[in-house]
T-cell receptor, first 116, second 112 residues
Framework: SAVISQKPSRDICQRGTSLTIQCQVD?????MFWYRQQPGQSLTLIAT?????????ESGFVIDKFPISRPNLTFSTLTVSNMSPEDSSIYLC?????????????FGEGSRLTVL | QQPVQSPQAVILREGEDAVINCSSS?????VHWYRQKHGEAPVFLMI?????EQKGHEKISASFNEKKQQSSLYLTASQLSYSGTYFC?????????????FGQGTILTVHP
């Protein structure tokens, strides 16, 4: 299994500012993903964080708004840029397990952002 | 395209059984099931792969009908700890390996 730590766990931000969320996995993983979950809603995939190369974004999400870094196999960041109240959501980091956990998707506790 | 889950909500008494369904309009490589309690991260329950392979918890079972692109999660002799929101996640495979599209969720409440 993989243990995923995210920070901040929550934050209140002002419109127009940017915030970077950090994600640390306790073991090396091949694939990491970022999801968004609005309160009471389902999870929506934002992008795949690729180690050493640009992230792969899903339809409706762009790099200028959600720049992602992944410098190594255990760490990734997601920045939410030029925030508006519509960006208020929970952002979840996830990683695909390996070995006996192959195929399992592990999630961090999430970062709850409120944009005023 | 988002898979469709049914029912949207279930209320049970301890010891009762429940079935949650997940249906996709796309061909699938795998179906995943997760449970999320309020304010917590989703937790892996089960993965069902095309071809019949399954992996998951002993007390929870599921099925995957590849022809119909449907999966069902069976919760038997429910316990209070089963309460939460259940999500199915579908994976088409290929270049989308690991990328899950989640259903809208089924809220399960178990009462004593």
């Amino acid at each position: 299994s993989a243990v995923i730590s995210q920070k901040p766990s929550r934050d209140i931000c002002q419109r127009g500012t940017s915030l970077t969320i950090q994600c640390q996995v306790d073991s090396q993983v091949t694939m990491m993903f970022w999801y968004r979950q609005q309160p009471g809603q389902s999870l929506t995939l934002i992008a795949t964080a690729n180690q050493g190369s640009e992230a792969t974004y899903e339809s409706g999400f762009v790099i200028d708004k959600f720049p992602i870094s992944r410098p190594n196999l255990t760490f990734s960041t997601l920045t939410v840029s030029n925030m508006s109240p519509e960006d208020s959501s929970i952002y979840l980091c996830s990683a695909l397990g390996g070995g006996s956990s192959t195929g399992e998707l592990f999630f961090g506790e999430g970062s709850r952002l409120t944009v005023l | 395209q988002q898979p469709v889950q049914s029912p949207q909500a279930v209320i049970l008494r301890e010891g009762e059984d429940a079935v949650i369904n997940c249906s996709s309009s796309k061909a699938l490589y795998s179906v995943h099931w997760y449970r999320q309690k309020h304010g917590e991260a989703p937790v892996f329950l089960m993965i069902l792969l095309k071809g019949g392979e399954q992996k998951g918890h002993e007390k929870i079972s599921a099925s995957f009908n590849e022809k119909k692109q449907q999966s069902s999660l069976y919760l038997t002799a429910s316990q209070l700890s089963y309460s939460g929101t259940y999500f199915c996640g579908t994976e088409p495979g290929g270049t989308s390996y690991g990328k899950l599209t989640f259903g809208q969720g089924t809220i399960l409440t178990v009462h004593p």
